[in-house]
C-alpha cells in the first residue's frame, strides 16, 4: 500500500520560510509527476507548484518567485520551499503523487494526510 506522508507546517511570520517534505513509501513502480496542493478555509483545493519525473515544473501564479519545488527521486520525497510567506499563504498544503504500481502497471493518484501552514501578518 502507497502512502504519502506530508511534514515541515507551522506558524511563521510574514516574510519567513517554511520548507514541507513528503515522502512516498509502499510498494510501486515509478513516481511520475508529485505536488503541492493548498486548500483555505472556504476555498477550493488549488495547484501550488508540480513537478515531474524530469525535474519540469510548473507553480501557481501567485507563489512564482516565491516558492520553489524539488525532489529527491533516491529517497521518493518532494520539497516545497516557501520564502517571502504572505498571510494569504495560509492554508493546508496537501501533497499529491501520480504513481505507476507494479504489476499491472496501473497509475494511481495519490494524496498526503495535509500539513497547516499559519502565516501571521
Known amino acids: 500500500q502507497v502512502q504519502l506522508v506530508g511534514s515541515g507546517g507551522g506558524l511563521v511570520q510574514a516574510g519567513g520560510s517554511l520548507r514541507l517534505s513528503c515522502a512516498a513509501s509502499?510498494?510501486?513502480?515509478?513516481?511520475?509527476?508529485m505536488g503541492w496542493y493548498r486548500q483555505a478555509p472556504g476555498k477550493q483545493r488549488e495547484l501550488v507548484a508540480a513537478?515531474?519525473?524530469?525535474?519540469?515544473?510548473n507553480y501557481a501564479d501567485s507563489v512564482k518567485g516565491r516558492f520553489t519545488i524539488s525532489r529527491d527521486n533516491a529517497k521518493n520525497t518532494v520539497y516545497l520551499q516557501m520564502n517571502s510567506l504572505k498571510s494569504e499563504d495560509t492554508a493546508v498544503y496537501i501533497c499529491?503523487?501520480?504513481?505507476?504500481?507494479?504489476?499491472?502497471?496501473?497509475?494511481?493518484?495519490?494524496w498526503g494526510q495535509g500539513t497547516q501552514v499559519t502565516v501571521s501578518s
Open positions: 499529491n503523487a501520480q504513481i505507476t504500481a507494479t504489476m499491472p502497471q496501473n497509475k494511481y493518484e495519490y
Open positions: 509502499g510498494r510501486f513502480f515509478s513516481i511520475n509527476a
Open positions: 513537478i515531474n519525473s524530469g525535474g519540469r515544473t
